[in-house]
């Protein structure tokens, strides 16, 4: 399996590129693990990673998903973008958490409040998004300001979000 993996990520130039990156590799390796084979534009691949991520796909055998999955991804677009746009790189979780709080996010955050431990407070479900997924959270040890598992993760969130801005009626950021 080892040997076809490798050898599919070698024939395409691309993949190959990405694949010299340790993030992507193990990333591709875990996709491929799973019978997905990667996607071979970078806008596809990352989707595949994010809801391998959302899927908990990145813990060994499988760890738990997480739920409400498409509002989680919309609220990780939000995220990424207001970070992007204020140049942060990192923020304290309070401060995510009050994001989820401001009149623009209350139709972000509706869904996830239907999830009973989410309901009273953001910062469970921000605890879940980094125990499950990675995709966001303190790497630097717990006390660390919480940033995306890296930083082309914040990116491809945060053009998401300018995408979804741009196509809604009236798109302008």
Do not use: C
Not at 37 to 51: A, H, N, W
Not at 75 to 81: E, G, P
């Amino acid at each position: 399996r080892a040997e076809r993996a490798a050898s599919a990520l070698e024939e395409d130039a691309g993949l190959r590129d990405l694949a010299s990156n340790p993030l992507y590799l193990t990333l591709m390796a875990l996709l491929i693990e799973r019978g997905t084979s990667p996607e071979r534009k970078r806008t596809g691949l990352y989707d595949q990673v994010f809801q391998l991520l959302l899927d908990g796909g990145y813990k060994y055998p499988q760890g738990e998903p997480m739920e409400a999955q498409d509002a989680v991804r919309r609220v990780l677009r939000y995220l990424a973008d207001a970070m992007t746009r204020e140049n942060r790189d990192t923020e304290p979780v309070t401060r995510l958490e009050a994001r989820l709080y401001r009149p623009q996010a209350d139709e972000l955050r509706e869904p996830l409040e239907r999830i009973p431990r989410w309901r009273r407070s953001m910062r469970p479900f921000l605890d879940d998004l980094a125990e499950r997924t990675g995709i966001l959270g303190p790497h630097d040890g717990p006390e660390a300001d919480w940033r995306y598992l890296h930083r082309t993760f914040r990116e491809a969130l945060a053009s998401e979000a300018l995408e979804e801005t741009l196509k809604a009626p009236g798109g302008e950021t």
